[in-house]
Structures are given as structure tokens and as C-alpha cells.
């Protein structure tokens, strides 16, 4: 299968800094990303959805200036969280698709605000 | 919301074959079933999709309908390291179009030995 990378696997920060995690495609090409995260004991939640080069389309209920989503190039897709809270807490996911719209998924990042 | 219901658990012994149902009597004619699972922790793993005829790969059989309306998946021969949370996931867009995935519940296998 593709591989994707997705980086930190864990990180714990402070309230109200800001956190940012990579997803990377190393054998392919994304032109879609999904970002999902996950609270315990629940499923995914999709937050947003980014195509290459133009904005992401958020979910509803997701505010996009607190989750900036970059899709800067056809490997790579950031997910910043701003002003980071403890209720943002959570197991975030991203899920590229390659070019015969394949989904794969990151192994997540276990985001602890304290 | 995800078009899909599927049973919060079931149990399976390990050397037997894992049948895990999902309903999805509103899926539509270009919707296409997809089946992941959730090892604790760690991302979803693709395991296998189709639109309407049954299909087999080195993981698993899918079994769906002729009216579409549900499915199952079957492990064949079930493991500890099957021990996982399955989602059964309609896809909407389906086939090549890049659709959304749309997480249900899911269903939480757990393989006894």
C-alpha cells in the first residue's frame, strides 16, 4: 500500500500556543486531503477537505481560523491548530487520496493541550 | 451523518471466520461500500470496497446484497491481531470520483483465543 507519513506522532503543549502537523505522501501524489480527528471512545470526525493549491472546505461546526489547513503542494499538507485549548485535545488524522481517488491514512498525532 | 449501521460489538474465536454486518438500505446507485478498520491508536487500514458484485482479496470477502442494501464482511480465518474496530462506510461520490469518507460507529471485533 502507500505510504503515508504523518509527524508528531504525540505532542503536548501549552494552552494557547499553536501546534502544527504534517502529512506527508511519499510515493504518490494527493491531490485531495482529508483531516480528521478523534475524540476517546468515538469515531472519526471529518474536519476539513483540501485540494491542492485552493482553500480546504471545512465541516460544519469546524472554525477554520482556528484549524488552518495548507495544501501547498501534491506531497504535503499541514494542519495548524491556533490557540490551542484542552477541549482540542484529541487523535488527529489525515487521509490523503492518490490519483485513482484511493484513500490512505496517517498513523495520527495524540495532541494533549494542558 | 454516515449512512451505515453497524452492530457496537462482537466477539469471534481466533481459527474462526469474523462476519461483520453493516446496513445500508439508503445507499444510492454510484455508492460504493467501503470497509476499514481501527487498531487502537493508530490510523484506519484500508481492507477492501465494492459496488454491487462480491469481492475477495488476501484479507477478507465482502458480501453485499443484490438490492445493496447490506452487507457483510467476512474474515476468513480470524486472528488476535484481527482485534479491531471495523467500520463499514458508504462511500459518498463513490468509485474514482473522490468522495468523503464518512465514519460510522463502527463495530469493535474482539478475537478470543
Known amino acids: 500500500g502507500a505510504v503515508v507519513s504523518q509527524h508528531p506522532s504525540r505532542v503536548i503543549c501549552k494552552s494557547g500556543t499553536s501546534v502544527k502537523i504534517e502529512c506527508r505522501s511519499l510515493d504518490f501524489q494527493a491531490t485531495t486531503m482529508f483531516w480528521y480527528r478523534q475524540f476517546p471512545k468515538q469515531s472519526l470526525m471529518l474536519m476539513a477537505t483540501s485540494n491542492e493549491g485552493s482553500k480546504a472546505t471545512y465541516e460544519q461546526g469546524v472554525e477554520k481560523d482556528k484549524f488552518l489547513i495548507n495544501h501547498a503542494s501534491l506531497t504535503l499538507s499541514t494542519l495548524t491548530v491556533t490557540s490551542a485549548h484542552p477541549e482540542d485535545s484529541s487523535f488527529y488524522i489525515c487521509?490523503?487520496?492518490?490519483?485513482?481517488?484511493?484513500?490512505?491514512f496517517g498513523q495520527g498525532t495524540r495532541l494533549t493541550v494542558v | 451523518d454516515a449512512k451505515t449501521t453497524q452492530p457496537p460489538s462482537m466477539d469471534c474465536a481466533e481459527g474462526r471466520a469474523a462476519n461483520l454486518p453493516c446496513n445500508h438500505s439508503t445507499i444510492s446507485g454510484n455508492e460504493y461500500v467501503y470497509w476499514y478498520r481501527q487498531i487502537h491508536s493508530q490510523g484506519p487500514q484500508y481492507i477492501i470496497h465494492?459496488?454491487?458484485n462480491n469481492e475477495t482479496n488476501e484479507m477478507a470477502s465482502l458480501i453485499i446484497t443484490e438490492d445493496r442494501k447490506s452487507s457483510t464482511l467476512i474474515l476468513p480465518h480470524a486472528t488476535l491481531r484481527d482485534t479491531a474496530v471495523y467500520y463499514c462506510i458508504v462511500r459518498v461520490g463513490g468509485g474514482n470520483q473522490g468522495g468523503k469518507l464518512i465514519f460510522g460507529q463502527g463495530t469493535e471485533l474482539s478475537v478470543k483465543p
Open positions: 487521509s490523503p487520496l492518490n490519483q485513482q481517488s484511493e484513500a490512505f
Open positions: 465494492g459496488l454491487k
